[in-house]
């Protein structure tokens, strides 16, 4: 299957600090990819879909300005979640599509975020 | 897409056959039923997927009702690394759209 690649896998940030979280289609090219975020013992939620060369869908109760999302080619998208605080700390998780296949998602392995 | 229910968990032991069942009772004509699986702190990956005939890959079976109301999945033998959250989704066949995730089913492969 297409490969979706994120990086880094792990960081720890103190609190107020910025940290921006990479996701590539390997493969593939990709005009959506998706950022989901995942509590311990939760499922997965969507935060926000990203669409190349414009601005990114936020989901209700995500604050766009904490969570910047820049698609800027066909084959990355990042995530900067900006004056980190410990409520940030979670599991980032980046998702593709890619054009024309039968409408499965990729994901990357995701990103776990600890702030101090 | 329509609305998924599974058990919140199984167990299964080495070797078995695992056989996890989802209830989609609201499911539309052109809603293809997937089904994913996360590894503890791995992101999801994709199993299988179909519409209204069993479907079979490396993977996994699928089986899915003649009314397809309600589906299962089957791991023929399951080994310890088959321990995951299984998720079963109801989704239009080549939506380019995100994928919206219930609780699914923790399957414990034991020894």
């Known amino acids: 299957g297409a490969v979706v690649s994120q990086h880094p896998s792990w960081v720890i940030c103190k609190s107020g600090t910025s940290v921006k979280i990479e996701c590539r289609s390997l493969?593939?090219?990709?005009?959506?990819m998706f950022w989901y975020r995942q509590f311990p013992k939760q499922s997965l939620m969507l935060m926000a879909t990203s669409n190349e060369g414009s601005k990114a869908t936020y989901e209700q109760g995500v604050e766009k300005d904490k969570f910047l999302i820049n698609h800027a080619s066909l084959t990355l998208s990042t995530l900067t979640v900006t004056s980190a605080h410990p409520e940030d700390s979670s599991f980032y998780i980046c998702?593709?599509?890619?054009?024309?296949?039968?409408?499965?998602?990729?994901f990357g392995e995701g990103s776990r975020l600890t702030v101090l | 897409d329509a609305k998924t229910t599974q058990p919140p968990s199984m167990d299964c032991a080495e070797g078995r056959a695992a056989n996890l069942p989802c209830n989609h009772s609201?499911?539309?004509?052109?809603?293809?039923v997937y089904w994913y699986r996360q590894i503890h702190s791995q992101g999801p990956q994709y199993i299988i997927h179909g519409l209204k005939n069993n479907e079979t890959n490396e993977m996994a079976s699928l089986i899915i009702t003649e009314d397809r109301k309600s589906s299962t999945l089957i791991l023929p033998h399951a080994t310890l690394r088959d321990t995951a959250v299984y998720y079963c989704?109801?989704?239009?066949?080549?939506?380019?759209?995100?994928?919206?995730f219930g609780k699914g089913t923790k399957l414990s492969v034991k020894p």
């Open positions: 989704i109801v989704r239009v066949a080549r939506s380019q759209g995100n994928l919206i």
């Open positions: 998702s593709a599509v890619p054009g024309g296949n039968t409408g499965e998602l990729f």
């Open positions: 493969d593939f090219q990709a005009t959506t």
């Open positions: 609201t499911i539309s004509g052109n809603e293809y």
